[in-house]
């Protein structure tokens, strides 16, 4: 679908920039997994899909504004007289909503027999209310909140998409984590067998004790029963990446590891808070709720007025269907409905007003956590920085002292026990790397999408009003 591929390629623009897959080669990049789930997953679409009915609401949340016409026809048996006579009505009917001016018009005539005579009548008329809905506020004031609920629904469709969006992708993050446990426990294993084979050399050469080769037996074992659980685990998650791109079993795919651009980066806390607070899709949504909160509460101020509708028009009225001997006459007139003391729409307008304020308290909460969430967020990316190089350090240790630690035990001054140990830690470090790596590309996402600039709502949207090619 257009609309989606037009939008992914903006976010990958602005979040990542990734190596090309080799032509014939089943790798996907982080690139190539998105586009192929947008131009393939139907959810996409079914979130999208949500924006078309938005352009009819507003026809069927303000009075209709149709010319009505309306035909009568009947039949007058007048028993006292012994008169019969068809009597014909044609009537036409227009409101204008937003002035709220109701216009009609009429012609009535009807064919008498014996002592009455045909007789037939033209009127025109206009009302306009000028209190209640007083030259169409009412119906404004029901247009503006149907305008405001247009965009918040647009947003949240666009909060919708950019939330799957961000599922896929740390979804992607996640396989190729499994891909990076797979392959380190397999390096491991291969690791275990080698030392195995060494351990057994040795005891043939009477150098190590069978319970040094038991020992090491062991340890293969249990590397071994790792890779086998991470290898399922990878399979699971390749399952679910080509679910997201609907993939058939021939398009198995591998992943490659992803390369954050530099233009990715995030900026300072102090003018990511800005940005945020100034441009987001969040922020917006939050603004636009407040608005059709107080909206709300002037629809039930108008509500309490009284209807007072003012009429004047013009008749017409002649003997046979072409007004012969004619009489015309004007008119106007006034009328008031104003029940009192109307108390349910003095609770409506109090639980507007209570509920203006709610809206207002909730939204300037809402703010509030959410610069405090994002402070947290970005602090705990800023540890995260920390922590791999912290990670990375620890393996380049580690591997010097199991370097260490196998010369010592070849020349008998460690025990096995001791180097299984140091290779078992050098294991676990390598592990604790690949998760952290993964962990700050995931905190990254969740930042973009908190922020809102994953993806871009007009870009989603502009696309779904083009016709298709």
């Not at 119906?139 to 919708?160: C, D, F, M, P, T």
């Not at 991470?230 to 795919?253: F, G, K, Q, S």
């Not at 199991?402 to 008998?412: C, F, I």
Request: charged residues 30%; hydrophobic residues 40%; negative net charge.
């Amino acid at each position: 679908m257009q609309s989606t591929i037009a939008a992914i390629l903006v976010l990958l623009s602005c979040f990542c920039a990734m190596s090309t897959a080799l032509a014939g080669e089943k790798k996907f990049t982080l690139e190539t997994f998105v586009r192929l789930a947008a131009q393939r997953n139907t959810v996409f679409e079914e979130i999208l899909i949500d924006e078309l009915p938005l352009q009819y609401t507003r026809i069927l949340n303000l009075p209709a504004d149709d010319l009505v016409l309306s035909v009568k026809g009947r039949y007058v048996l007048m028993l006292d007289e012994m008169d019969n006579a068809p009597e014909y009505t044609l009537a036409l009917d227009k409101l204008f909503p937003a002035t709220g001016t109701r216009l009609s018009t009429s012609y009535t005539t009807d064919y008498g027999s014996g002592a009455r005579r045909n007789e037939s009548e033209f009127s025109i008329a206009v009302v306009q209310p000028v209190a209640e809905n007083a030259f169409g506020r009412a119906n404004r004031l029901v247009e503006k909140l149907s305008g405001i609920e247009n965009a918040v629904a647009r947003h949240q469709i666009a909060e919708a998409y950019e939330d799957y969006l961000a599922g896929l992708i740390r979804l992607y993050y996640d396989w190729y984590a499994a891909s990076e446990h797979l392959a380190t426990a397999t390096t491991a294993y291969g690791d275990a067998k080698k030392q195995l084979e060494n351990i057994r050399e040795r005891a043939r050469n009477n150098i190590a004790l069978p319970i040094d080769v038991n020992k090491i037996m062991v340890q293969t074992v249990s590397r071994k029963e790792r890779m086998t659980s991470l290898r399922n685990d990878y399979h699971a998650h390749t399952n679910l990446v080509m679910e997201a791109t609907r993939a058939v079993e021939t398009e198995r795919p591998v992943p490659v590891k992803p390369v954050e651009a530099e233009r990715n980066r995030i900026l300072d806390l102090d003018t990511e808070l800005r940005k945020f607070r100034e441009s987001s899709r969040t922020v917006t949504i939050l603004g636009l709720l407040e608005e059709k909160a107080g909206t709300e509460v002037a629809q039930a101020a108008d509500r309490l007025l009284p209807s007072i509708n003012l009429t004047a028009g013009y008749d017409l009225t002649g003997a046979n269907r072409f007004f012969t001997d004619p009489d015309h006459g004007l008119f106007a007139g006034m009328s008031l409905e104003w029940p009192l003391p109307d108390r349910q729409e003095t609770a409506r307008h109090e639980i507007s007003r209570i509920n203006n304020r709610r809206v207002s308290l909730s939204t300037g909460n809402a703010k509030l956590s959410l610069d405090t969430a994002l402070k947290n967020l970005y602090r705990t990316i800023e540890n995260q920085h920390r922590l791999i190089e912290l990670a990375k350090e620890k393996i380049a240790i580690s591997e010097a002292i199991v370097r260490d630690e196998k010369r010592n035990y070849s020349l008998g001054k460690t025990s096995l026990n001791d180097l299984i140990d140091e290779v078992n830690r050098l294991e676990e470090h390598r592990f604790n790397l690949i998760n952290r790596e993964i962990e700050l590309q995931q905190l990254i996402v969740e930042w973009r999408r908190l922020t809102d600039t994953l993806v871009r709502e007009k870009d989603i949207l502009r696309q779904q009003q083009r016709p298709a090619q």
